[in-house]
């Protein structure tokens, strides 16, 4: 199995930047891809930002797109999102996953493949 675990989310004002990380344990070697979602109050999960395992190959949601920056430091088997200029509508509780299922990257943007999940981290961003 493996295991993921978020951290960084925090209060921060509107224009505000964030860092969360995702670290991955366990069987690390059958991950394929790994990607963000959250839940916004009233909303279903959404997808933010995926990225392949090789780091390759990433996709934002329209949302985050140009202000939101996905990587991964092979090192220590972390995935980070850089959020930038957040704004109160991204507030929500983010949600990092792990899939293992060989597919392209644009096929990670459903939460359908994706097989391990954390606990999330609550991100609130005040106007």
Known sequence: QVE????????????????LSCAASGRTYIIYAMGWF??????EREFVAAISWSGGAKIYADSGEGRFTISRDSADSTVYLQMNRLKPEDTGIYYCAAGRSQLTIDLYTSSHWFNFWGQGTQVTISS
């Open 38 to 43: 959250r839940q916004i109050p009233g909303k």
């Open 4 to 19: 993921v675990a978020e951290s960084g989310g925090g209060l921060v004002q509107a224009g505000d930047s964030l860092r």
